[in-house]
């Protein structure tokens, strides 16, 4: 079988398919977090801001990833992923993965690396997604530059956008599911349903809270900005 990955920011609520995955025998890794992410991370961090260098910024909230699906994977990204993911790209399972909300910034070339992998485009709804920190939440710390800003809200929201932009802008791959946090919650059973069938095992039934949907709307904080508004509609989240 071949790799399954999650791609989706951080607090987008990826832990819940992880430890899915983890539950129904998927090999994830030698040491995980508790959020499910595969430790220890520092080697994609790294290949991170590796592959920023070839992003071009126009200024403002637009960046040209173009050059991420056409020029050359640069070497020592390849060799520090190849590192990061030894333990599973090496374990004799017949399923396996990892999942790491940084591996979303690396996506392009992850994709170029595993064109026959598993992808599992995990989404939230930005509202409730920048309500807490993240390690991506300044995209300086993996050298990718943006229109800086001290409201620690916006800058999780350009972060957001960043990542949102970023997946969109990678062509599709061969295998690709994209599910929504929200419904996993909500309609877990209908959603793991469209999971089984696209991984083709199957999968365990964790227990999920409600609680996590809609946190935003007693949120006395910043919570919404404009930009949000495409990526919303697009994904079928109300205003």
Known sequence: MSLITVIGRGHSGTRAISHTLYASGVYMGKLLNRSGDKMPPQEMYDACKIIAKRVK???GLSWDFSDLHTGEIDSEWDRLVESYLADVINVKSPSKGWKLPETTLTYPWILRKFPEARYIHWIRDPRDSILSGHRTDDLSDFDIPYPKTEDIRERRAISWLYQYQLMKATPTPENVITVRFEDFVL????????????????LARIIVRKDPIGRWKTDTDKHDFDFFDEAMAEQGYKK
């Open 57 to 59: 910024w126009d200024g």
């Open 187 to 202: 309609k877990q059973e209908e959603t793991l349903q469209r999971l089984e069938e696209f991984l083709h095992i199957p």
